[in-house]
């Protein structure tokens, strides 16, 4: 029921700019609202402690009828005309903030429909589920389980604070605020106030969905290309850490909260080493006129890729062939934990590097010790068994989808691309998804639906509903 008023926002820009939509999404908002009301009268009397089981099933049920619930518009809309499935597609691209679009010609698109679009990233950014979170302590329901199947990251038992709704409160502050700083450091580099807002929702939520077909370079500004770059890393970064740097502020500690966090800086050590090599190849080729341009572009691109943003300032698969394969396989590292961002996450790649020198070190010498530690602290062993588990579902899934999208039609080089685009969150891929999954057939779409919400909901929340253990009494 209250995601059923997020249809209003964008029927007042149809309103404001006249160009139509409005009557689609009244008609979504009507829908969706009687949808809800009976989901809630049906399970209103119950008020029983949530168990953990019960968690995983709200988590997976809420983005799964959001998403379907989200679709309504794109399906009653005549332009763009897309089928159902491009229309699931679509609708759960940005939801679950992957930035795929089955739409072309975004330019003459009603301000409506591409509002919506980006809209649906900024709520998909931070989770539905969050809201759910802030608000189901209310009704007197607990939700601990909640929180810890939702969040993201290896490292759950790091709590910042023990109530949930206090939490969900604090990092939607953060959220909406940075989103109010990007609009407007956009609108003041030139962007119409439309285009300010718009694309600040899907860069701060790392989403990539934009409201002109040629995305940031449209704009041909290096301001703006400058702004990106800030919010994309701003927001890439665990949005716990932020939290704890500001908490810690009034002691001088703002800074060396970040400093001491053994993945931001992991993170940032990837980052630098990708813009210098990218850089060095983009320069030895002179791809453009001068080496700031050449480095200007590398630095933009690296952080979208990287990122799992996937915003493009120029026709980027153009480019020497070495900088679109490896800022491609740099997806699938992405962001950190308890970001906005896709891909198996900094942190896991991080204790599995910490695993991997550790095991070497121990086919040198057998009887050495040598645990793994986190900053100061040990890892537990059960930490770092789930998170390789985690990488070995992650690659099951990948085979499973890539298998069945080539069984759908789709070139195996394409059906890589495309699956990879959308497990990570990322959005663009090579070859024929370099720009849009519009050569996409249907039936394949649906398997890459699933893709985005497994990549979305950390692949072990979703499979979990598929063991015959987790139905057990």
């Known amino acids: 029921m209250c995601f059923s008023v997020t249809m209003l926002a964008p029927a ?11 009557k689609a999404f009244m008609q979504s908002f009507i829908i969706s609202l009687i949808v809800g009301a009976i989901l809630w009268w049906s399970c209103h009397t119950h008020k029983q402690e949530l168990r953990s089981r019960e968690g995983f099933i709200i988590v997976v049920a809420f983005w799964v009828v959001l998403g379907s619930l989200a679709t309504i518009p794109f399906i009653l809309f005549d332009n763009p005309d897309l089928s159902v499935a491009s229309s699931f597609f679509e609708a759960f691209s940005g939801l679950t903030t992957t930035g795929a679009t089955t739409i072309v010609g975004l330019d003459n698109l009603p ?30 329901i607990g939700g601990m389980s909640l929180y810890r199947v939702e969040r993201s990251g290896s490292i759950k038992e790091q709590k910042m604070r023990p109530r949930i709704a206090e939490i969900a409160k604090l990092l939607w502050f953060i959220y909406s605020s940075l989103t109010i700083l990007c609009a407007l450091a956009y609108y003041a580099a030139g962007m119409t106030a439309f285009d300010a807002i718009s694309h600040s929702f899907a860069t701060v939520s790392i989403g990539g969905f934009s409201t002109h077909d040629a995305s940031i370079g449209y704009f041909n500004n290096s301001w703006i290309n400058i702004i990106t770059i800030i919010f994309l890393w701003i927001s890439a970064c665990n949005f716990g850490l932020h939290f704890r ?16 966090d053994p993945e ?16 060095l190849v983009m320069i030895n080729s002179q791809y453009f006129e001068t080496n700031w341009q050449n480095f200007e572009q590398i630095i933009f691109q690296t952080v979208s890729m990287s990122t799992t943003t996937g915003y493009t300032t120029s026709d980027f698969f153009s480019w020497p062939s070495f900088i679109p394969t490896l ?49 100061k602290h040990i890892l537990d062993e059960r930490v ?34 495309a699956v990879s685009a959308c497990i990570n969150n990322f959005g663009l891929g090579m070859g024929i998804v370099s720009s849009n999954m519009v050569e996409i057939p249907d039936s394949a779409k649906c398997i890459l639906t699933v893709a985005m919400v497994c990549g979305r909901l950390e692949i072990f929340t979703l499979l979990a509903l598929f063991s015959p253990t987790f139905w057990k009494a």
Not at 111 to 140: D, H, N, T
């Open 111 to 140: 301000k409506a429909i591409l509002f919506y679009r980006q809209f649906l990233e900024w709520l998909g950014g931070m989770g539905v589920i969050v809201l759910a979170v802030a608000i189901i302590p209310l009704l007197g």
């Open 264 to 279: 931001f800086k992991f993170f940032v050590k990837i980052q630098l080493l990708l813009i210098l090599v990218c850089a």
């Open 12 to 22: 007042f820009v149809a309103l404001i700019y006249g160009d139509g939509g409005g």
């Open 384 to 417: 770092i068994g789930s998170i390789w588990a985690f990488f070995s579902a992650y690659l099951l899934v990948f085979v499973v989808c890539l298998l069945g999208v080539i069984a759908c039609g789709v070139d195996t080089f394409d059906a890589f691309s």
């Open 245 to 260: 740097a500001f908490s810690e502020i009034n002691k001088g500690h703002f800074f060396r909260t970040y400093l001491r």
């Open 327 to 375: 800022l491609i396989i740099a997806s699938f590292i992405g962001g950190c934990s308890g970001s906005v961002a896709g891909g198996v996450r900094v942190a896991r790649v991080l204790v599995l590097y910490l695993q991997g020198r550790r095991e070497l070190k121990l086919f040198v010498h057998p009887n050495l010790v040598y645990p793994i530690k986190w900053g």
